[in-house]
């Protein structure tokens, strides 16, 4: 569905992301794992072209989209417009959720239909109710932001994404900034969404996620993918990476 | 016979002396318009005490009489009291030509002086603050006119300034940057004297009105723009992302999601920036515009009464403190989705 081929981006002598490709098909779940500064989130920012790539290719359904060509073969951004149509296709969740604070966990998850696709306030509150009872907060639907817990905010968040009905779902760190106990909301609230069948990608310190929810491990350091595979692969005892038994023997 | 001769002899007699008396009375008796030069010669001499007693000799006309010589006597006795500060005789002076002539102008002009010489200061200045009250608020009217049209346009110009300079849309950037440079960096005064004294010359006259508008409208805009670009650019960078990461494009995300955010930020310094505007008013005054200060400044100079600039202060204070509450009260109410 979506593939990334030859991507690659730096910040000045820094090589967030070296030559990396990678291929999703439809209802996969793609867990990236790795140390802090390895570029698993440059990658998944790259994906909703929040980063731009310096190098590479981004194909959607096997076309090429959102990047033109300079000169030189280099990747230019494309027009606003259709980035942001892009964009609207693509859900994400952010490590610190990112809610708009002055809108209430109704209006947060209303904004998308309203001002993107232009629905009306009656449909965009009908899909966001909705949205809302599936992540188990219709009840705080006319709570400000600030009023919520981090769990909460973290599950208003994916019900704003899920608005956009969105053909992937990108999450970037979505547990790292809770307390321990109400990572468990969020955490089933992503693997509800896994079972019904949504494909996503994963950026994550929790390896939960890689082992129930994982469909294809990825361990991500220095830019590019050291090991990828199946979670049953990585949590085995046959692992044989060093990199990855040492990363794993420190979180685990 | 005898008898009736005799009577008709004295009453000859009776009738001769009483006639010789009656002259002889009016010889003792000098004529009022002697004694009126007289005490005049005595006043311009500077022997007040003698010219008050010849003045006050002189009796009031009888009935058909001319009054002329009277009043003139009163009049002068009247003034000089005045000066030497005995206003109850000055106005006894006064009150005898009423008494008799009511219409008297002159009179009643030195009675109503007399009268005020008479009041304390205080009293007077109580009196002052009283009669020019209506005037010094019909000024007000027009100081919160033009305070409430620059708040109306200033915030509007201001923010489409701040979202050109952060939009860094090149050329345009740099005209709203020259503009912040020039309006921030020149007193408004100048300002004012160059668009309504200086303009004309240029061929646009303009009127006081507009003049004044114009400049404080400029002048503030230009603060107003650089404190709204502060408020834009301290809202958190995420959430621009995640407007963006909703397909939002970036005039959709600063209307919808950033300068709402900012209006609570804004109202503190933008309150202070109003409350230095209804002060900064005052400037106008120099351009013929006749507000707060201009009214007070006239009424000023026509009574030297100092408790009326006092009331032009207090109006002043009144004004900031209605704008202190109700940013208050504002700020209050903007930030009901923030955790206290």
Known sequence: MIEIRDAGKRYGNLVAVDHVNLKITKGEKIVIIGPSGSGKTTLLRMINFLETMDSGRILLEGTDVGYGRDKKGRPVLDRPEVICKLRSEIGMVFQHFHLFPHMTALENVMEGPLTVKKKSRKDAKAISMDLLGKVGLLDKKDVYPAFLSGGQKQRVAIARALAMSPKIMLFDEPTSALDPELVGEVFNTIKDLAEEGMTMIIVTHQMGFAKELGDRVIFMDNGYFIFEGRPKEVFSNRMDNPRVKAFLAKVL | ?340
């Not at chain 2, 600063?254 to 900064?280: C, H, S, W």
Request: a positive charge; proline letters at 4%.
């Open chain 2, 1 to 340: 016979m005898e008898v009736r001769r005799s009577v008709s002899v004295l009453l000859c007699t009776l009738a001769f002396f009483s006639l010789f008396l009656t002259s002889l009375a009016s010889a003792a008796e000098p004529d009022t318009y002697e004694v009126l030069a007289l005490a005049t010669r005595y006043m311009h001499d500077g022997n007040l005490d003698k010219a008050l007693e010849l003045f006050q000799k002189i009796p009031p006309p009888g009935k058909g009489e001319d009054g002329g010589v009277f009043v003139r006597a009163r009049m002068e006795a009247s003034k000089i009291y005045f000066i030497r500060k005995e206003y109850a005789d000055s106005a006894r002076m006064c009150d005898e030509i009423l008494a008799i002539f009511p219409d008297n102008l002159e009179a009643g002009n030195i009675l109503s002086q007399v009268r005020a010489a008479q009041t304390p200061n205080w009293l007077r200045f109580l009196k002052d603050m009283k009669t020019y009250l209506p005037t010094l608020l019909k000024a007000s009217g027009m100081t919160l006119v033009l305070v409430l049209v620059t708040m109306l346009v200033s915030p509007i110009i201001g923010l489409f300034i701040a979202l050109g300079r952060i939009s860094r849309a090149g050329e345009l950037s740099s005209v709203f940057w020259f503009y912040i440079w020039i309006f921030r960096g020149t007193p408004l005064l100048l300002q004012l004297f160059f668009i309504y004294y200086g303009l004309p010359q240029l061929g646009l006259t303009l009127k006081p009105f507009t003049a004044a508008i114009l400049g404080l409208g400029l002048n503030y805009s230009a603060y107003l723009a650089e404190i709204i670009r502060g408020a834009i650019e301290s809202i958190d960078a995420g959430q621009m992302e995640s407007a963006k990461a909703i397909g939002m494009t970036y005039w959709q995300a600063m209307r919808r999601i950033i300068v709402p955010q900012t209006y609570k930020r804004l109202v503190p310094p933008v309150g202070n920036e109003f409350i230095a505007l209804i002060k900064d008013t005052a400037l106008v005054s120099t351009i013929a515009m006749v507000e707060l200060m201009r009214a007070a400044d006239q009424i000023f100079n026509a009574t030297f009464n100092i408790f009326i600039l006092i009331q032009a202060a207090l109006i002043y204070l009144l004004m900031t403190s209605i704008f202190t509450i109700s940013f208050r009260k504002l700020e209050d109410r903007l930030g009901v989705y923030e955790a206290r």
